[in-house]
């Protein structure tokens, strides 16, 4: 067991990720070693009498997904937003170089020389997807190492995700003092929380450095038109795209993603290798051979079993970012005319002593699924303890460690669930690396395609977010919303106000 005094080996992978030859097409026992796996024993097997989900069912459902596949991967079915079809996350693993993924490097690697700090600027898919990543492959306190400790990278920040004056100001306060690069990503450069961070960020530049501030400012925008883009043939900003058949929640692989990660020093090679193992993987039509087919299944007949509740768990507080990045992909695209399950983040064991007592006893709409981080980076031995006041040593003389006791916060829950009438699946993620993220990226991005098809609706637009965005232009006097705020200001004041 290594000393607390060596290196963290959750450094050692970075620095080593970072020295590794990048390559698109990892050896056969790489990929044999990083296999993703799902688990539906908990679905499959009866609690008390008859199984949640039996295979005879599946058997049954299984033609009509495997059609519902056919047309999502020739382009057929409800998919445009407007005139585009929104599938080019399907072709990108493909299409995407490796000399395009090395002049994201040269320009990341150019920018990092000149600059303390990267703020990532974007909201939504702009965002959750480049965090999510950033999280599940750095140190927990990655800028609070020292810069060779980071494998030479630069502190990474987000901004633009949110409102919220004091969160903006303290992350203000631990950018006080640096150089300070940005990558502002928006498709219009008009989305009102990024916008906003984006002229805060950008008049700190400006009055630190004058006429260099462009030269520390990328822009991620439409190849064409927008605010953004048009700012961005003014100012000079290095810029990379949007695509414009790629959907925000769907956009990690695209420049929108890889720019922040390569920043980061994430092995977007690795990254991009995951996401074409993956499709491999789930293109074929055999059923139960495809961990996308058999996952939108899953949740499918779960849904039409009464399950409204998707607990979204695991062992991992790396791997907990990538739920979060499940709690927009999964409502966003599912949640139309009533349909679709809310998924609900939980960090076990912690969640275990919040509202575990509500997964086991409470009202039976819920579903769970777990993601095991099957291997974490490092492992500690726990110490035997002479007077043993606390009952532990048990398992010391027994030779389990912490990774021991952190596979059985999943095993536990999952068979007591599974009792208590919680069906559930397990994700198995082998370990933490570029690889293993992006196809779990590809399988759900798959899965969540089609169980809209499969709901009747199409799962690359949200129309149900273009209404918070139409009353807060209008209650904000924005320009050619007036008569919509007074229509709003109107209705609010027919109410009968209650405050209490």
């Not at 050896?27 to 993703?36: G, L, P």
Request: glycine share 8%; charged share 25%.
């Amino acid at each position: 067991m290594p000393s607390l005094l060596e290196e963290n080996d959750t450094i050692t992978r970075h620095r080593e990720s970072a020295g590794r030859c990048h390559s698109l097409t990892p050896d056969a026992e790489f990929t044999n070693s990083n296999r993703i796996g799902l688990d539906i024993t908990h679905i499959l097997n009866p609690a008390d009498s008859d199984p949640f989900i039996s295979s005879d069912e599946l058997d049954r459902f299984a033609p009509k997904i495997v059609e519902q596949h056919r047309r999502l991967k020739e382009g057929e079915g409800d998919c445009r937003d407007g005139d585009t079809p929104m599938l080019g996350w399907q072709s990108l693993p493909d299409e995407i170089t490796a000399e395009h993924l090395d002049e994201i490097m040269a320009v990341t690697g150019q920018l990092s020389e000149q600059i303390d700090a990267f703020v990532s600027l974007g909201i939504g898919g702009s965002y959750l997807g480049i965090e999510a990543t950033f999280k599940a492959l750095t140190h927990t306190y990655f800028n609070q190492l020292p810069r060779k400790a980071r494998n030479g990278a630069p502190e990474v920040y987000f901004l633009g995700q949110n409102t919220d004056p004091d969160f903006f100001r303290d992350t203000l306060d631990m950018l006080q003092g640096k150089r300070i690069g940005l990558n502002v990503i928006s498709k219009s450069g008009t989305t009102t929380e990024t916008a906003i961070a984006f002229r805060v960020l950008r008049r700190m530049l400006e009055d630190q450095y004058g006429k260099k501030a462009p030269e520390l400012i990328i822009a991620t925008t439409d190849p064409a038109k927008g605010a953004l883009r048009s700012l961005t043939k003014r100012n000079g900003y290095q810029s990379f795209v949007v695509p414009g058949n790629v959907g925000g929640r769907f956009s990690v692989l695209t420049d929108v993603g890889l720019v922040g990660l390569a920043m980061a020093g994430i092995d977007i090679h690795e990254f991009t290798a995951g996401f074409r193992h993956m499709k491999e993987r789930t293109d074929g039509d055999d059923f139960w051979s495809n961990l996308a087919m058999v996952h939108a299944a899953v949740r499918h007949l779960a849904h039409e079993k009464g399950k409204k509740v998707e607990v979204v768990a695991t062992n991992s507080s790396a791997i907990y970012q990538l739920t979060r990045w499940m709690e927009q992909i999964f409502p966003e695209s599912e949640g139309h005319r009533g349909f679709g399950m809310w998924v609900s983040p939980s960090m076990y064991s912690e969640k275990l002593h919040a509202n575990g007592q509500m997964v086991q006893d409470g009202e039976r709409n819920i579903m769970e699924t777990f993601l095991r981080l099957v291997q974490s980076d490092n492992d500690l031995d726990i110490p035997i303890d002479s007077e043993n006041e606390d009952g532990l040593n048990y398992l010391p003389e027994n030779d389990r460690t912490l990774s021991f006791v952190n596979q059985l916060v999943v095993d536990g829950p999952a068979f007591a669930h599974f009792e208590g009438g919680v069906p559930n699946m397990t994700i198995n993620i082998p370990r933490r690396n570029a690889f293993n993220i992006g196809q779990f990226y590809f399988m759900m991005e798959r899965s969540v395609a089609l169980s809209g098809y499969l709901a009747g609706h199409n799962p690359f637009i949200q129309p149900g977010v273009e209404a918070y965005k139409r009353a807060m232009f209008s209650l904000a006097g924005k320009p050619g919303w007036e008569s919509d705020g007074v229509a709003i200001r109107d209705a609010i004041g027919k109410m009968k106000p209650k405050v209490i």
